[in-house]
């Protein structure tokens, strides 16, 4: 498939979609708003989700695949709101993608393996990243027709383990491949299983979309996380100057059931601890003016 066939095919999703989600009467979205594990301050994972519960959040999101953590974080849960949101792997060096087949095939290995765990965890997916700049020289068409090819199985894997494999959009600055929302559920929606899903990014929705309420409507039917960051310096909201009422709309409009995240950078020498709580209320008062 010819990239540009590709692209008229998501953008024609986008208009069904559209049609679609305007045609139905979706959930009433919630809020539910979570964070990466490494942006919370705390000694321990026991003081790091007990902070993020005193703030009202209730998603952890861990990096890579912690399966020789299960215990400790089932510890650190017990007791609390706080449940696993997602599994923040990334991209493997682009391994899923390689033409090498040996490296392909430990990737998907890998990747296999980081579901089993987000599905011991309750997790809603497992963050997937096809390839970063310098990670791969195919032209996004040949990428195209690997993830057509390799997807179809982890999907069948994922819904096995009741989890998902979520394709992350990401700017241009970061990758040439899949920098919007509607590539990617284009994507999720030729795979067709269960098991692949998608997430979105407000920092990088602030770069590549022209409007985030209708790049998270494209996405809805496959949307299942999302990361919040300010789309200038990447860093906690209300530290400097970002809107997230237009996407939130977006959210609103699909019934979005699914964890906001905390992936970003905190200013120079100011303090998590109260930085966080504060980000946490900023987006809460965004929430209501997406209402409005």
């Known amino acids: 498939m010819k990239r540009r066939q590709f692209l ?19 959930r009433e979205a919630v809020l539910r ?14 003081e790091k989700v007990a902070n993020l519960a005193a703030w009202g959040g209730t998603g952890l999101e861990p990096h890579g695949n912690p399966w020789s953590r299960l215990a ?5 849960l017990s007791g609390t709101e706080v449940k696993v949101s997602a599994l923040c792997w990334g991209s493997h060096k682009g391994d899923l993608v390689s033409t090498d087949p040996d490296r392909r095939k430990k990737g998907i290995e890998d990747l296999r393996a ?9 997790a809603q997916g497992v963050i997937f990243v096809p390839c970063f700049h310098k990670e791969s020289e195919l032209p ?38 899949l920098n919007r929302v509607e590539q990617a559920a284009e994507i999720c929606r030729k795979v067709n299983s269960p098991g692949i899903a998608l997430m979105a990014d407000f920092y990088h929705m602030s770069r590549e979309e022209a409007d985030q309420a209708a ?12 990361h919040v960051a300010t789309g200038k310096s990447r860093i906690l909201p209300a530290q400097e100057e970002h ?6 709309r977006g959210l609103r409009k699909v019934g979005y059931q699914g964890w906001c995240s905390l992936e970003c950078g905190i200013r120079k020498g100011t303090d998590p601890m109260v930085e966080i709580p504060k980000a946490f209320e900023h987006l809460r008062e965004q929430w209501k003016l997406s209402a409005l």
């Open 140 to 177: 996004p068409a040949e990428l195209d027709k690997i993830l057509l090819d390799i997807l179809p199985p982890l999907g069948e894997h994922a819904a096995r383990c009741r989890t998902r494999v979520l394709l992350e959009p990401l700017n241009k600055g970061e990758t040439f491949y």
């Open 243 to 248: 809107s997230f009422v237009e996407g939130m």
């Open 33 to 46: 708003l979570g964070s990466q594990e490494s942006r919370l301050p705390g000694a321990n994972l026991k």
């Open 114 to 122: 980081a579901l089993e765990t987000a599905g011991e965890l309750g």
């Open 215 to 226: 790049a998270i409507v494209t996405g809805g039917p496959w949307l299942h996380h999302v």
């Open 72 to 76: 400790e974080i089932r510890e650190a």
């Open 8 to 26: 008229t095919g998501a953008a024609a999703t986008a208009g069904a979609v559209l049609s679609s989600v305007r045609a139905q009467a979706p």
